[in-house]
């Protein structure tokens, strides 16, 4: 098997300046298939714009960026979606206003939108009902099909949480970005993110990355961790290596430990 057959995501000597600000430096990173791969690093450490250059929400200002062996350095989000690479936020980009289902299927739009051409002589039905038909599937699959007409915004912040990782799903994703998936969630709330992510990678064929300050879920869920450190590459291994490591434990002032 070749490397880009290994690794569905591979960032080389990336950089990104911001004026005179170096954000990220170097910094280079390799995603196996069906791993779940965690990206931490105390705050300012240059995880969130290292997800924005990926996504291709910033372009690089040096390194390259190879998805699926094929370099998407600087191509457009939009670009980036069509080839299943699919990012979340730290806040939930939910329209409240909407349903949950109606969210969903808005996160459908990719692979189910019709030209306006189908939609003035009517021939998008097919479309519009597979995309009904996947978005019940994915609320179902996450247990929330039971909320699919309740107003988004009448949800719990876990269950919001989820609806995200639902939208996100719809968009059939190759790689998923998680950034902070747990951020605000109670113990109870966590448990049920952790597991859900875990059937996403599991059940949905989906390779995941995740940037997490919450230790104990990345440290349990994750199978690979990679540490950055004001914008570099400070330990990469597994999750007992990362924890064992005294550079981390520094970084983190013992916190990791």
Do not use: W
């Amino acid at each position: 098997m070749t490397t880009s057959e290994q690794h569905i995501l591979e960032v080389h000597n990336l950089g990104r300046n911001f004026g005179g600000i170096v954000a990220v430096d170097d910094f280079s990173l390799k995603v196996r298939r069906g791993e779940i791969h965690g990206l931490i690093g105390p705050n300012g450490a240059g995880k969130t714009t290292t997800f924005n250059v990926i996504s291709g929400f910033y372009p690089p200002s040096r390194g390259r960026i190879v998805y699926a062996g094929e370099d998407i350095s600087g191509r457009a989000t939009s670009d980036l979606a069509s080839l299943g690479l699919i990012r979340t936020f730290q806040g939930t980009t939910l329209f409240h206003e909407l349903s949950v289902i109606d969210n969903v299927r808005l996160g459908r739009h990719r692979s189910a939108k019709a030209s306006f051409l189908q939609r003035v002589l009517g021939t998008d039905r097919a479309v519009e009902q597979e995309a009904d038909e996947r978005a019940h599937e994915i609320l179902a699959f996450l247990g929330m099909d039971g909320l699919a007409e309740e107003l988004t915004a009448n949800l719990s912040h876990g269950h919001q949480r989820a609806l995200g990782l639902a939208v996100a799903l719809a968009a059939d994703p190759q790689l998923m970005l998680l950034d902070e998936p747990f951020t605000g969630m109670n113990p109870e709330e966590t448990k049920r993110m952790v597991d859900l992510v875990n059937r996403v990678r599991d059940e949905q064929d989906v390779t995941i990355v995740l940037i997490e300050h919450d230790m104990q879920a990345v440290m349990g869920l994750c199978d690979h961790i990679t540490v950055m450190n004001f914008g570099t590459l400070l330990a990469s291994g597994s999750p007992k290596e990362v924890r064992a490591n005294p550079h981390v434990i520094e970084a983190y002032l013992g916190s990791a430990a």
